[in-house]
């Protein structure tokens, strides 16, 4: 894998988020895949709650300044970069002000979810795929974590299929057992409906909830990491209908296994 190209995209990491199963482990694929010569890009959401003076983040003013459309609406997308220290890995903050300035991450007070989640999950998406295009980083593989992040592969598939810059990618998501309660917006299929027209592919958000939106991310991938030691049976068996390559829950052999996946996807033409 040296010298390939994988694109880490993650609603947690750590150290700009408090650590979780899926903040580390996203943060440690990262992590093992740079020290064995690999070119790796980090991108997750700037939430209002990462502390930009004490992790030193600052605006690309050259990444900045376009405009995303989400629902009919023009959203400003700004665009602000890190670097883990001591790790020499560059993590970019796909950032706005209506949807990441507020200082929670995706619930309120009252614990409950943000209603505007949906529309922040398809932001975060085109922001990550407008800021690869600005960089001209064409990656060999999308790692997705996450389900913020989890509508990176329909948007990739359906929406930016004819972009060159990822015509050879493989997307991997993997896949955690960190639900959260009820649903997003009943509204997130037709705004998806925006940008994707017809698509039967919409149909698996018809209704939003957490493994909803992870299946949708599934039937988009080209392979599936177990994140968690424990998934529901109704996703495990969705995986197995799928019959693309799966790598189970690694514990002990983490970077091995992780680099010999990377190694074996790019592998296949």
Do not use: C
């Amino acid at each position: 894998m040296k010298d390939k190209r994988i694109l880490f995209v993650s609603s947690e990491v750590v150290p700009y988020l408090p650590e979780t199963e899926l903040s580390l482990t996203a943060f440690n694929a990262a992590k093992n895949a740079h020290s064995k010569g690999v070119q790796t890009r980090i991108f997750m959401p700037r939430y209002g709650v990462i502390n930009e003076r004490r992790h030193q983040l600052h605006e690309v003013i050259r990444l900045s300044g376009m405009n995303l459309v989400v629902n009919d609406m023009d959203m400003p997308l700004i665009i602000k970069v890190a670097s883990i220290p001591k790790e020499r890995m560059q993590v970019y903050f796909i950032d706005n002000e209506e949807y990441f300035k507020r200082k929670a991450v995706f619930t309120d007070e009252d614990d409950q979810l943000f209603d505007d989640n949906d529309e922040r999950a398809i932001f975060f998406a085109k922001g990550v795929v407008e800021t690869v295009k600005k960089l001209n980083w064409a990656p060999d593989i999308i790692h997705v974590h996450g389900w913020m992040a989890s509508l990176l592969p329909l948007y990739l598939r359906e929406f930016y299929n004819e972009e060159p810059l990822f015509t050879e990618s493989k997307i991997i998501t993997s896949v955690y057992n960190n639900p959260f309660e009820g649903t997003l917006s009943e509204e997130l299929a037709d705004k998806v409906t925006f940008d994707l027209k017809s698509n039967d592919k919409i149909a698996t958000i018809k209704t939003p909830n957490h493994t909803n939106i992870l299946k949708s991310a599934i039937e988009n991938s080209d392979a599936i990491i177990y994140g968690s030691e424990d998934i529901s049976e109704e996703l495990s068996s969705f995986i197995e209908e799928k019959k693309i390559p799966v790598l189970g829950f690694q514990e002990e052999n983490f970077k091995e296994s992780y680099l010999n996946f990377y190694t074996d996807l790019v592998s296949v033409n």
